[in-house]
Structures are given as C-alpha cells and as structure tokens.
C-alpha cells in the first residue's frame, strides 16, 4: 500500500510570484507614504486618504476598501487597538502614539498585503520593546519558509522568536489569541489559517511557489481581545499597547522571497 502524499500550501508559479511582487510593492509604497505622514495633530483618515492616493496611482485598487463592508483603503491601529481599526477624522494622532498600519492593494488580479508597526515622535522603553519582539517574531516566521516546512513549523518559529525576544528583552508579551497569517494570491484572506504559536511539524507542507501572509501580534500584556460595535476593531482586555508586523513571503529554491518589498 503506498503513502498518501502530504497536502501542500497554495503555490504561484515564478511569473506569478513576480505579479504579486508588482502588487506588493504598490502596499510597500503606501504604507512608507503613510509613515512618512504620521504626524501629531494628523488624523488616521488623512492618512487612508494618502493610501488610496498612492495605490490608485499606480494603477491598483485598495484591496481593504469594501472588504465585507470595511470603509477604509487601510486598517489603522492605534495603541491599544490590535488591528482593523478604521481610519476616522477624530482619530488624532499624538505624541507617543504607537501605530499600526495594515495595507493590501490588487494590481492585475494579485493582491499584496502588509502591515508595519511604528511611533509618533517619542514612545517608551516599553513600547520599543513590543514593537522590536514583533519584527523579530515575523522576520523568524519568515526564515521558516522553506520547502518541505510544514505550516506550523512556520507559527512555531514565530512563537519561539516571540520567546527569544522575550529573552532580550527580559519581559514578557502576549501573543494575540485567534489571530494570524493566511494564504493569499488571487484573493486577499485564502487558506490555510497560519497560527501564530503552535508545535512544528503539523499541516500541509510547503513548496516551492507556496505563498502565506506571516503576521504576528504581540502585546504587553494580555493576549484577550475584544471586537467593538462596529465590529471591526479589536482591541486588548487590558488596554496594553499592541504591535503587528506582517509581509507577503513566497517560498523559492534559493529561501523566502519578500513580495511586499518597501522602499528604503
């Protein structure tokens, strides 16, 4: 009797690969437009303006926009609020502020998602910390992407590059429950759902052309969430502040591809 072959994740071909490319850098661009802007006294709609601004000119469409009945081109987060918070006029930016800002754009059917995680002005030793052990988190989620990895080979290396952050940092985060990664290509959110934390060695395997969204969430102090009455931002139980990092990697014979690449 012969072994059934392990399922695999979704995989592009490289002239595919090389269309999200295009489509992520257009996401790369708006969101260092949008960092660029991120002033005190700036409003985070200001700023979803200057996304649209910059995905439409480059002959893209805001993949966030209208999503389920979602209002903005990006999902802007501010302190406490972990993710999809919707940009407003009375959301002011101010000195301190940690501010996460997630962005997708489709360019010729392919779709490019990403977030970044900065300050406005000044933030504390805290605050550095969090936003630090979140980048350290996806970049170790992102050195995972390798054939023959299984997908939670990938959510483990994320969780142990949250604990080695912990170590460096010597402190504690929470790592956000019910949130994660995703598959995505010729639509936005595809499966598999990618844990952010989990033991190796479990779901499909990883080829070459697979493509995941490595999205990690950390906080400093709970990993409790709650969806408010609009019933799209979520926010900590606790207040804590939140941070959340995440690129669109392909997996490629030569190691992981980052296909929403921002200009430096």
């Given at each position: 009797m012969?072994?059934?072959k392990?399922?695999?994740?979704?995989?592009?071909?490289?002239?595919?690969l090389?269309a999200?490319?295009?489509?992520?850098?257009?996401?790369?661009?708006?969101l260092?437009?949008?960092?660029?802007a991120?002033?005190?006294?700036?409003?985070?709609?200001?700023?979803?303006a200057?996304?649209?601004?910059?995905?439409?000119?480059?002959?893209?469409?805001?993949?966030?926009?209208?999503?389920?009945?979602?209002?903005?081109?990006?999902?802007?987060?501010?302190?406490?609020?972990?993710?999809?918070?919707?940009?407003?006029?009375?959301?002011?930016?101010?000195?301190?502020?940690?501010?996460?800002?997630?962005?997708?754009?489709?360019?010729?059917?392919?779709?490019?998602?990403?977030?970044w995680?900065?300050?406005?002005?000044?933030?504390?030793?805290?605050?550095?910390?969090?936003?630090?052990?979140?980048?350290?988190?996806?970049?170790?989620?992102?050195?995972?992407?390798?054939?023959?990895?299984?997908?939670?080979?990938?959510?483990h290396?994320?969780?142990?590059?949250?604990?080695?952050?912990?170590?460096?940092?010597?402190?504690?985060?929470?790592?956000?429950?019910?949130?994660?990664?995703?598959?995505?290509?010729?639509?936005?959110?595809?499966?598999?759902?990618?844990?952010?934390?989990?033991?190796?060695g479990?779901g499909?395997?990883?080829?070459?052309?697979?493509?995941?969204?490595?999205?990690?969430?950390?906080?400093?102090?709970?990993?409790?969430?709650?969806?408010?009455?609009?019933?799209?931002?979520?926010?900590?139980?606790?207040?804590?502040?939140?941070?959340?990092?995440?690129?669109?990697?392909?997996?490629?014979?030569?190691?992981?591809?980052?296909?929403?690449?921002?200009?430096?």
């Amino acid at each position: 009797m012969g072994f059934r072959k392990p399922k695999v994740v979704p995989f592009r071909s490289a002239g595919e690969l090389d269309a999200m490319a295009e489509a992520g850098a257009v996401v790369g661009r708006a969101l260092v437009a949008v960092r660029d802007a991120a002033k005190v006294g700036v409003s985070t709609l200001e700023l979803d303006a200057i996304a649209e601004s910059v995905i439409r000119g480059a002959g893209a469409v805001p993949s966030f926009k209208g999503y389920h009945g979602f209002p903005g081109s990006i999902c802007s987060s501010v302190n406490d609020v972990v993710v999809h918070g919707i940009p407003a006029a009375d959301v002011i930016l101010a000195e301190g502020d940690l501010v996460s800002i997630d962005c997708g754009a489709i360019l010729d059917g392919w779709h490019g998602d990403s977030a970044w995680t900065f300050a406005v002005g000044e933030i504390s030793g805290d605050d550095q910390a969090l936003n630090e052990a979140t980048r350290l988190s996806m970049e170790a989620g992102i050195a995972a992407m390798i054939p023959g990895n299984r997908l939670t080979d990938v959510s483990h290396a994320i969780e142990q590059g949250t604990h080695a952050a912990e170590a460096k940092f010597s402190r504690s985060f929470g790592i956000v429950a019910g949130y994660g990664g995703h598959g995505i290509g010729r639509e936005m959110h595809l499966d598999p759902f990618l844990p952010n934390e989990g033991k190796p060695g479990r779901g499909p395997q990883l080829v070459v052309g697979s493509t995941l969204a490595i999205e990690p969430m950390l906080t400093l102090g709970t990993v409790d969430t709650t969806v408010l009455e609009d019933e799209w931002t979520v926010v900590t139980d606790d207040g804590s502040r939140s941070s959340h990092w995440e690129h669109t990697v392909a997996v490629t014979e030569d190691g992981p591809r980052i296909l929403t690449v921002r200009p430096s």
